[in-house]
Nanobody, 121 residues
């Protein structure tokens, strides 16, 4: 079931950049970006707690990706720089319905259908 809407995916060469956006109306304690590559399990890429300004990233994207929320536009943003072929995956936007541990996938009950990111070498 599609509950959120992602946009901004596409194809880019290694070293390039992309900016993903997700429409998330209303306040959510936790918001995050997940990704799933072919043949691999879904993993959490980055999470944010808008109220606290807290963010967390998976080690593989630290220093390259930035998660943020644009309250005025009700959007969750993922800025991706220095992209690598291993970043190729279907990226999902997710949000909680209530308070919880922003590091746990089980906390996220609202999901988008995904937007494809393909990085070529």
């Amino acid at each position: 079931q599609v509950q959120l809407l992602e946009s901004g995916g596409g194809s880019v060469q290694a070293g390039g950049s992309l900016r993903l956006s997700c429409a998330v109306f209303g306040y959510r304690d936790c918001m995050a970006w997940f990704r799933q590559a072919p043949g691999k399990e879904r993993e959490r890429v980055a999470s944010i707690h808008p109220g606290f300004g807290w963010v967390d990233y998976v080690d593989s994207v630290k220093g390259r990706f930035t998660i943020s929320r644009d309250a005025a536009k009700s959007t969750l943003i993922l800025e991706m720089n220095a992209l690598k072929p291993e970043d190729t995956a279907l990226y999902y936007c997710a949000a909680s319905k209530s308070s919880g541990n922003c590091l746990r996938e089980d906390t996220y009950l609202l999901w988008g259908q995904g937007t494809q990111v393909t990085v070529s070498s």
